[in-house]
């Protein structure tokens, strides 16, 4: 068994004024996207630099905390809405926890296709760029969930276990960092990798939506499931349901962009 590092989740806290170490992986990971898609060559070609891709970024960062807030109740909190229509102020209390990966990517896609529309821009080949820079932000989201100590995983004796401090005193598979590790970095390096060849536009989307569904159901089983949710159907989790969605989204996507769209 390895000491969980007890990390101070605040990085700074000044009285009610507090900056957390999970809030600064959002911003670091919007930092890297505004960084990498103007280092793209398709990109480029779509005059995605400067303050275009300043707004871009503006746009994807809005609708991502939107609809990874809106996700996080829809997905997750489906037996509480009684609660939040009666304090309809908690549906923008982020800062007691609850974000949805599936609820802030369909946000980012929506703000992306705004953004598009408003620029006159091909919506498939900007979100072909974003989206390969997309796993460096998820990867840093799951190491702000591991120094949060939330999001555990199930009870395990592997050599790596810890004890997490809200997980009680049995040893438990660091399941964040696995996340961080396949949905960060591997998923990154994989796409950037694809990038460089030669795709419909709109392919990046279908490989993120396929590799990530699959990475996810699969660590999901080393994930505690959410304790008012429990297993769906016995056997699945909330977030395993959501990424064979995904996976099922990439596909019929794959068929459409094959049908439709230009070679980039």
């Known amino acids: 068994m390895i000491q969980y590092p007890r ?11 507090k900056v957390r170490w ?9 930092l890297a996207a505004y960084f990498l898609i103007p280092r793209q060559p398709r990109a480029k070609q779509l005059g ?7 707004d871009l970024v503006f746009y994807l960062a809005v609708g991502l905390i939107v609809g990874a807030r809106l996700g996080y109740l829809v997905f997750y909190q489906y037996n509480d809405y009684a609660f939040y229509f009666k304090n309809p ?3 923008f209390a982020t800062w007691h ?5 599936h609820g802030g990517f369909i946000g980012a896609v929506v703000a992306g ?11 498939w080949a900007v979100t072909d760029c974003v989206t390969v820079t997309a796993p460096i932000g998820i990867g840093l989201g799951r190491l702000g969930n591991f120094i949060n100590g939330e999001l555990y995983g199930r009870p395990s004796d592997v ?8 997980g009680g005193p049995v040893p438990r598979h660091p399941s964040q960092l696995y996340e961080a590790l396949m949905e960060g970095l591997v998923l990154f390096a994989l796409l950037w990798y694809l990038r460089q060849k030669t795709f419909k536009d709109g392919m990046m989307v279908v490989f993120f939506l396929i590799f990530y569904g699959a990475f996810r159901f699969f660590l999901e089983f080393f994930r505690t499931p959410d304790a008012h949710l429990g297993l769906i159907f016995g056997f699945l989790t909330m977030g395993q349901i959501l990424c064979l969605a995904m996976i099922v989204a990439g596909i019929l996507l794959a068929a459409y962009v094959q049908r439709t769209q230009p070679v980039a």
């Not at 990390?7 to 004024?17: K, M, T």
């Not at 050599?159 to 809200?166: D, G, N, Q, R, V």
């Open 7 to 17: 990390i101070d989740p605040n990085i700074i806290s000044i009285g009610p004024i």
């Open 22 to 30: 999970y809030g600064m992986m959002y911003v670091l990971g919007f």
């Open 48 to 54: 995605l630099v400067g303050p275009v891709a300043q």
């Open 89 to 91: 102020l908690e549906i």
């Open 97 to 101: 926890g609850g974000m949805s990966f």
């Open 113 to 123: 296709w705004l953004f598009c529309r408003r620029r006159r821009l091909p919506f």
């Open 159 to 166: 050599p790596w276990a810890m004890i997490f401090p809200e």
